[in-house]
């Protein structure tokens, strides 16, 4: 029998530099140069700490109506009589849902980061939202699209999947536990929601 060359679970999602705001970047770019550390820039620091991403789904694209009909005959016997077959007042069917299948679809994308040391990227997140919400902030200044491109087995990109006018939904709470005797890597989810989606596999 046949089968599909296991999944390599080979992706890239990279936050877009315009994902942080000036303010925040000038800020954090001074406390990363003087960490001296492998990234000078926030954007690419916490771009280094994604681990999982989920994204598309759906649910409820059907429904169920109760309707009119005859028992179903059962396939034992091809010369079942006729009149063996009953009237029943009504049975539920499936139908196809009335949303489109764009309002079916789950427009949630979950990042997963890994928290660093002094969880600085979830303060620079954290603080980037508190700039994205700010009255004065215009939609046309936000982040308008977020890529993850798909690799296939030899690192080539075959599927570039768009989220489209990404924001910020909600964000993991911090966790400080004295309870857990043994250090361990922790990791936080930001919730995005999206208006569209679009992909595209490459030739």
């Known amino acids: 029998m046949l089968s599909l060359p296991g999944r390599q679970d080979a992706f890239r999602l990279l936050l877009p530099k315009e994902f ?25 620091y916490i771009n280094e700490t994604i681990q999982r991403v989920q994204v598309l789904g759906f ?3 059907s429904f169920q109506h109760q309707q009119p009909r005859v028992g179903v005959t059962p396939m034992i016997n091809p010369n ?6 009953f009237q029943y007042p009504s049975t ?5 849902s009335p949303v489109s299948p ?13 928290h660093t040391l002094g969880f600085l990227n979830y ?11 700010s009255r004065d902030m215009n939609y046309s200044d936000m982040m308008h699209q977020i890529s993850i491109d798909i690799f296939n087995e030899i690192g080539e990109v075959y599927c570039k999947l768009n989220i489209i006018e990404p924001m910020i939904n909600g964000m993991d709470m911090l966790s400080f536990d004295y309870t857990q005797p043994v250090a361990a890597s922790q990791s936080f989810k930001v919730e995005f929601k999206y208006s569209n989606f679009e992909f595209q596999f490459i030739e």
């Open 80 to 85: 079942r009589q006729k009149q063996n077959e």
């Open 102 to 114: 764009i309002g079916l679809t789950d427009r949630t994308l979950n990042i997963e980061f890994r």
């Open 123 to 133: 303060f620079i997140i954290f603080e980037n939202f508190w700039y994205m919400f």
């Open 92 to 96: 539920d069917v499936a139908y196809r």
């Open 59 to 61: 649910q409820e694209a």
């Open 20 to 44: 942080l705001y000036k303010d925040i970047e000038e800020k954090y770019t001074k406390i990363l140069q003087s960490k001296k550390g492998i990234f000078l820039k926030p954007i690419d």
